[in-house]
């Protein structure tokens, strides 16, 4: 068949994508997409921690952002439990941090502490929201491939447990700040090693070519370590990396592990120094379509633990605290966002297949990941059960672009229409802490859902709000 001009969303009979199937039943929730307490009630509309989307929409609004507290609590139980069982037989143990960077705000800072993780911050604003939260410093990183004097001054003074040296400029930086200050700077150096892992394709050459880290190719990262050691204002507590996103086994994790645990052995050679740490990152991935199929936190620590007691033991060095920074797996799955439907309109497609458009009250400034990085999501109507039949579908935003898409193929009931309530599941993480006021729309409400009740994390932008940055 001729490819089409119009690209292959406009081919004869198009029906979506080949993982997305007709659902038999359209208003079933398609398991490991949702929120644990999320169900249907028994009118049909989706509950989550026994309150109904519709009672949220009528107090809250939409678009709304909606977290199942007992869910990210639990995720974030689960992981801390899995990497301390994993690494329990090993001599270093290991620290789960929360990547704040997926989402934050006060309550999420205290609860992930409260379930025992530490936290990981990249700005100073992150780092302000974590020190408001009252998270323990010591319990807190500071990251950043480009942070500013004020930033690590406020981090050092706070008392913050590690600063992630990103470039060799850095270590020169960060040890006059902590000698202005009169401190010993605990520090990590982030080493780029080679390896760029995107789901199951892991390419171990020429990824040094980015922003972030020291090179381990042609001996930098061996001589930004020298540097720090050489620095009485710094305190080398290890070496860091991180090598991607939405990463579902653990093949990439065992080249770098390999790699990083070579230089943190040559270290000890050369210099003597016992590092006791080792930081191999994040980006462990969560399904947001039936087209992702995640590992269990407690599969994924077991095998990081292997690889790391492997490479050690080929090294010839003790087993270092191994840390790990989850923040989409915590947080991602744990938050929908609910919109209300507005004009519907079916568009016909050649072959003789149509799509039905589904404009949401949000977008792409609530969700830009679909814009910004193709993502995929999926979508159920919400406000009650349906018997009509599904229909390829697309939900698309209110917003002043073609490509202002929030769920670019879906099957949602042939009735759907203005007024219905849709939630799209998995937009935990990126989705607010991407958010912007593209057309001068507000951004909306984080709303926390527990026990039967609903508190508000984060109150909806008003057009007070938009206006009073504006000096004019």
Request: charged share 20%.
């Amino acid at each position: 068949m001729r490819a089409h001009e119009a690209g292959a969303l406009h081919a004869e009979g198009y029906g979506g994508p080949g993982w997305l199937a007709v659902p038999g039943d359209v208003n079933a929730l398609v398991d490991g997409l949702w929120a644990r307490t999320v169900r249907r009630g028994p009118d049909g509309a989706l509950q989550v921690g026994g309150v109904p989307v519709t009672a949220l929409a009528a107090e809250h609004g939409t678009p709304a952002y909606v977290v199942d507290e007992e869910d990210l609590r639990a995720r974030a139980r689960e992981w801390v439990s899995a990497f301390d069982d994993a690494f329990a037989g090993l001599c270093g143990g290991a620290d789960v941090y929360y990547a704040g960077k997926a989402f934050l705000c006060t309550a999420v800072a205290r609860w992930v502490a409260e379930e025992g993780m530490l936290l990981e911050t990249c700005t100073g604003g992150e780092l302000a929201v974590g020190l408001r939260a009252g998270t323990d410093p010591a319990r807190m990183a500071l990251h950043g491939n480009n942070k500013s004097d004020a930033e690590v001054e406020r981090a050092l003074a706070a008392g913050v447990g590690r600063v992630v040296l990103d470039s060799r400029q850095e270590v020169d930086r960060v040890a006059g700040i902590a000698g202005r200050l009169g401190v010993r700077a605990p520090v990590l150096l982030r080493v780029t090693v080679g390896v760029e892992a995107h789901t199951h394709s892991y390419i171990a050459t020429a990824h040094e070519d980015q922003k972030f880290g020291v090179p381990l190719a042609g001996g930098e990262a061996a001589a930004a370590a020298a540097a720090v050691l050489a620095r009485p204002e710094l305190e080398l507590r290890g070496l860091h990396s991180h090598i991607g996103s939405q990463i579902f086994d653990v093949e990439g994790f065992e080249v770098a592990a390999r790699r990083l645990l070579r230089l943190h052995a040559q270290v000890q050679r050369e210099h003597g120094v016992r590092l006791p740490e080792v930081d191999l990152g994040g980006g462990f991935g969560m399904a947001y379509t039936t087209q992702h199929q995640p590992l269990p936190a407690r599969e994924l620590a077991a095998g990081m633990a292997r690889v790391v007691a492997a490479a050690c033991a080929a090294e010839g060095v003790d087993v270092p605290r191994v840390s790990v920074e989850p923040g989409r797996a915590v947080v991602g799955p744990s938050t929908f966002t609910l919109y209300t439907a507005g004009t519907t309109k079916d568009v016909a497609l050649d072959g003789g297949a149509s799509r039905r458009y589904v404009a949401v009250d949000g977008g792409m400034s609530d969700n830009v990941r679909a814009a910004l990085y193709s993502a995929d999501y999926s979508a159920t109507l919400a406000s009650r059960r349906s018997d009509a039949a599904p229909l390829l579908s697309r939900v698309v935003g209110k917003h002043c672009e073609s490509g202002d898409v929030v769920v670019l193929d879906e099957f949602l009931p042939a009735d759907l229409g203005p007024g219905d309530l849709v939630a799209v599941p998995g937009t935990g993480a990126y989705c607010r802490s991407l958010a912007s006021q593209y057309n001068h729309v507000p951004r909306p409400p984080v709303v926390a859902v527990a026990g039967g009740a609903s508190r508000v994390l984060l109150r909806r932008e008003t057009e007070e709000d938009l206006l009073a940055l504006d000096v004019g």
